[in-house]
T-cell receptor, first 112, second 117 residues
Framework: GEDVEQSLFLSVREGDSSVINCTYTDSSSTYLYWYKQEPGAGLQLLTYIFSNMDMKQDQRLTVLLNKKDKHLSLRIADTQTGDSAIYFCAEIPLYNFNKFYFGSGTKLNVKP | GAVVSQHPSWVICKSGTSVKIECRSLDFQATTMFWYRQFPKQSLMLMATSNEGSKATYEQGVEKDKFLINHASLTLSTLTVTSAHPEDSSFYIC?????????????FGQGTRLTVV
């Protein structure tokens, strides 16, 4: 399977920006996703980016994709305590358009 | 739209008993569903791919006889943990793929917290 890697923890203060990073190995990735998991719940899609895009902005969220380095990042501006959750990046390879590969998740802790 | 419902949300069972977890796609048909196990250190482990009308595909290291998967209809997949042991205690999550607004998404159930005592 593909390798999708993330750092495990990130701690920021309320109002600061958070940047969560993800690296992947598959150069044929079509879509790359960010999912959010709140405690005791399933995962919810936060945003996604198609592989032919470099950047996508959606309100407080900015996704940056560096295809050359196979690096994906999620920036959350003005981070709030309600943003505390686990964030998973995921990708779908072109050769298997029926399987998501998830990173290990980054636990974001927002301090008031 | 595009909701996946998982039931129960939590269950406590005795060692040696079996527990069934249901995963339903409420407003779309899902020929394929996925079952994950989430460990305390948060990573998701794909256990198996559930295929409607055929046998599930299990990931390496997952015991087929212990984690029985049945995908009897286009909207329902079940995971049965047989002869449960305390080490099976975990958070189990199902998902199904669906195209929404032209984008393929994975929709997840709410998860089931299994505690085996």
């Amino acid at each position: 399977g593909e390798d999708v890697e993330q750092s495990l923890f990130l701690s920021v203060r309320e109002g600061d920006s958070s940047v969560i990073n993800c690296t992947y190995t598959d150069s044929s990735s079509t879509y790359l996703y960010w999912y959010k998991q709140e405690p005791g719940a399933g995962l919810q899609l936060l945003t996604y980016i198609f592989s032919n895009m470099d950047m996508k902005q959606d309100q407080r969220l900015t996704v940056l994709l560096n295809k050359k380095d196979k690096h994906l990042s999620l920036r959350i501006a003005d981070t709030q305590t309600g943003d505390s959750a686990i964030y998973f990046c995921a990708e779908i390879p072109l050769y298997n358009f029926n399987k998501f590969y998830f990173g290990s998740g980054t636990k974001l802790n927002v301090k008031p | 739209g595009a909701v996946v419902s998982q039931h129960p949300s939590w269950v406590i069972c005795k060692s040696g008993t079996s527990v069934k977890i249901e995963c339903r796609s409420l407003d779309f048909q899902a020929t394929t569903m996925f079952w994950y196990r989430q460990f305390p250190k948060q990573s998701l482990m794909l256990m198996a791919t559930s295929n409607e009308g055929s046998k599930a595909t299990y990931e390496q290291g997952v015991e087929k006889d212990k984690f029985l998967i049945n995908h009897a209809s286009l909207t329902l997949s079940t995971l049965t943990v047989t002869s449960a042991h305390p080490e099976d205690s975990s958070f189990y999550i199902c998902s199904a793929l669906h195209v929404r607004a032209g984008v393929l998404e994975a929709f997840f159930g709410q998860g089931t917290r299994l505690t085996v005592v």
